[in-house]
């Protein structure tokens, strides 16, 4: 991918129970690609990564998603495993966040469970979404269209179902903060 996000801010919303490569590698390509990156989070300090259900890496908290400004980002990512878009979702603030993020037109990028949070936030009523298979039903409650591909870009909702799926991940993301794929259906 040649996009260049240099001047482009981008926030990670996550806590503990991130899937690690879920975070680490979007964080990684959107560096490379020039973004400043923000881990944006409930907590303060650090949180807790894991490699499924054994511990990962703990990644800094950056800012406070209660002072986090979805004004001062050009996009977000929602890392996904099973504890970590969990927590967030019920969360009155990352909610808010992320339906402030979608509103003012800002691509939200979200894999594995992470699309749970876009469910919650109420943010997916009309679009096309993928995820990891389980928690389909509960995006379809949320008036999401659920397909099984490895990415999804609808209006700049990217949605992808695991880590296997990365790569395209990554990419649409990058596609999407850099404009390129913002209203692909």
């Not at 240099?6 to 503990?16: C, D, Q, Y």
């Not at 469910?119 to 679009?127: C, M, S």
């Not at 409650?141 to 990365?166: C, F, K, M, Q, Y």
Request: proline share 4%.
């Amino acid at each position: 991918m040649s996009a260049s996000l240099r001047g482009k801010r981008v926030a990670i919303v996550a806590t503990h129970g991130f899937e690690e490569s879920e975070l680490s590698v979007p964080l990684r390509a959107l560096s490379r690609a020039g973004a400043a990156v923000h881990v944006v989070s409930p907590e303060t300090g650090e949180i807790q990564g894991m490699r499924h259900f054994e511990k990962g890496l703990s990644v800094a908290v950056n800012r406070s998603v209660e002072v986090a400004d979805a004004a001062d980002y050009d996009g977000a990512v929602v890392p996904g495993g099973l504890f970590n878009p969990d927590q967030l979702r019920a969360n009155d603030t990352v909610r808010a966040f992320v339906r402030d993020l979608v509103a003012r037109g800002r691509p939200v990028a979200a894999i594995c469970h992470g699309p749970w949070v876009l469910a919650d936030a109420g943010v997916l009523a009309g679009r096309t979404v993928t995820s990891v298979a389980s928690i389909r039903k509960d995006l379809e409650n949320a008036g999401a269209r659920w397909v099984d591909r490895e990415v999804v870009v609808d209006h700049g909702i990217v949605t992808s179902r695991t880590p296997d799926d990365l790569e395209a991940f990554t990419e649409a993301l990058l596609a999407c903060i850099d404009g390129g794929a913002r209203a692909a259906a």
